[in-house]
């Protein structure tokens, strides 16, 4: 199965970090993993994404294990304008790049 | 706003009849995605264009849904004889070529068109 496997939900509090996990255990050697966040009655937005090495942007890092089957993405300080269904996507490529999103990780910031 | 659009952002039908959703890509983005999301579920894909050329279906994508790009840049969602269970929102996303956007494939979504079937 493609899908990755992520917690339904997580809480966090206002301006502490947040480690939301992801676990990817069939990935093959050129799947890259992304992360993509939606707000509310909003589209995805894009996050980060790595292939081996830990990645950071302006927006967060991303923790990738050394096998590869399981990332976290981590949000220094959590703002209540994080709140916000998290998306971990194996990127697989077939030509194109199909995206099978799973549930999501839903995260609650609490003021 | 040089981001992906889509139109309407809402519409409510009723059963069996003809709905028609349009999305406009990033300018430069030759890649185009439509995507089908229920209410608590992540996006599903549904069929992925290079250009004008459509590339991949899923096989969510029954017969009676038809997706097109004729000049490569927007592109439009058919849905005929419309039923509840397509009852959605409905995401398009672009990203770059290739040569542009190296080995991975970053995508901008659109808002989503909101379907509602009475």
């Known amino acids: 199965d493609a899908k990755t496997t992520q917690p339904n939900s997580m809480e966090s509090n206002e301006e502490e970090p947040v480690h939301l996990p992801c676990n990817h255990s069939t990935i093959s050697g050129t799947d890259y993993i992304h992360w993509y966040r939606q707000l509310p009655s909003q589209g995805p937005e894009y996050v980060i994404h790595g292939l081996t090495s830990n990645v950071n942007n302006r927006m967060a890092s991303l923790a990738i294990a050394e096998d590869r089957k399981s990332s976290t993405l981590i949000l220094h300080r959590a703002t209540l304008r994080d709140a916000a269904v998290y998306y971990c996507?194996?990127?697989?490529?077939?030509?194109?790049?199909?995206?099978?999103f799973g549930a999501g990780t839903r995260l609650f910031v609490k003021a | 706003d040089t981001g992906v659009s889509q139109n309407p952002r809402h519409k409510i039908t009723k059963r069996g009849q003809n709905v028609t959703f349009r999305c406009d890509p990033i300018?430069?983005?030759?890649?185009l995605y439509w995507y089908r999301q229920t209410l608590g579920q992540g996006p599903e894909f549904l069929t992925y264009?290079?250009?004008?050329?459509?590339?991949?279906k899923s096989r969510l994508l029954s017969d009676r849904f038809s997706a097109e790009r004729p000049k490569g840049s927007f592109s439009t969602l058919e849905i005929q004889r419309t039923e509840q269970g397509d009852s959605a929102m409905y995401l398009c996303a672009s990203s770059l070529p290739p040569r542009l956007a190296g080995s991975t494939d970053t995508q901008y979504f659109g808002p989503g068109t909101r379907l509602t079937v009475l």
């Open positions: 300018s430069e983005h030759n890649r």
């Open positions: 264009f290079q250009n004008e050329a459509q590339l991949e």
């Open positions: 996507i194996r990127k697989i490529h077939t030509g194109g790049f199909k995206t099978i």
